[in-house]
């Protein structure tokens, strides 16, 4: 199945006509990732928020994208919070109010914070993930410091696993200060023996969740497309011509 993650959704709230767009423009068995908007993950703060109240901003959501529930492209939405969103009581209970105001709509959890998956709270994580059926957002990301996660491949949902290759260019993952820091924090390319290590890890995730979706950063050097197609190649997973089109849909 071939899928695509919106991004622009965690900037703002697309307008219903976007995704109804891009519903009529994919083919059959493809797929969204939609990612929540950044007010509905803690991201603002301080900036303005265009919404009165959590629920009026939840409600223009599920509005937004319902010609992708519809159409039957859903995936998921992506709640990827922030790396001051650390494991306190205070926000295990945004989980609890977040997955309940999202309704039926399957939902990936997504952290920044180490604290998350310490020897303390890391069970206590998955086995809420599992008891709220929160999708697990397993990464590979840079160690760089409490605001990134380690690898965690467990399966918390029997249906779906999201996993997010973000690479592990170190040295540019704090530098938000630059420029161009969005090209310099994903810029990475996998080498065949790291994506060896996620062939074996995919394949035992499969034997725990019905589908795995896994997505590479875009990156200025372009490696997500070459990164995709070489673990694919290790997967047995055959191209069925759906990915050129895509490239000219966004």
Not at 80 to 90: A, G, H, L, S, V
Not at 191 to 213: A, F, I, M, P
Request: aromatic share 12%; with cysteine; net charge negative.
């Amino acid at each position: 199945m071939q899928k695509r993650e919106i991004d622009s959704s965690f900037y703002a709230v697309q307008p219903v006509k976007n995704y109804a767009k891009w519903v009529d423009q994919t083919p059959d068995g493809f797929s969204f990732i939609v990612k929540a908007y950044q007010g509905m993950t803690g991201h603002l703060r301080g900036k303005k928020n265009y919404f009165e109240t959590q629920e009026e901003m939840f409600k223009a959501f599920h509005t937004s994208i319902q010609p992708v529930i519809s159409g039957g492209k859903l995936a998921m939405a992506l709640f990827q919070y922030p790396p001051w969103f650390d494991c306190t009581r205070e926000n295990v209970e945004i989980l609890h109010e977040t997955k309940e105001m999202m309704l039926d709509v399957p939902c990936a959890l997504e952290f920044r914070n180490s604290s998350w998956y310490s020897p303390e709270f890391r069970d206590k994580t998955l086995q809420l993930m599992e008891r709220e059926d929160w999708i697990h957002t397993v990464v590979d990301e840079p160690q760089a410091g409490s605001g990134t996660v380690p690898i965690v491949a467990v399966a918390t949902s029997p249906e779906t696993t999201l996993v997010r290759m973000h690479g592990r260019n170190v040295s540019g993952w704090h530098q938000n200060s630059h420029p161009d820091w969005r090209k310099l924090r994903y810029l990475y390319r996998y080498s065949t023996e790291e994506l060896q290590e996620w062939r074996d890890r995919l394949l035992q995730l499969e034997k725990s969740s019905k589908n795995v979706y896994v997505v590479f950063n875009n990156n200025s050097g372009g490696d997500a497309t070459d990164n995709a197609k070489e673990l694919q190649g290790m997967l047995g997973i055959d191209d069925d011509g759906t990915a050129p089109r895509q490239l000219d849909l966004f």
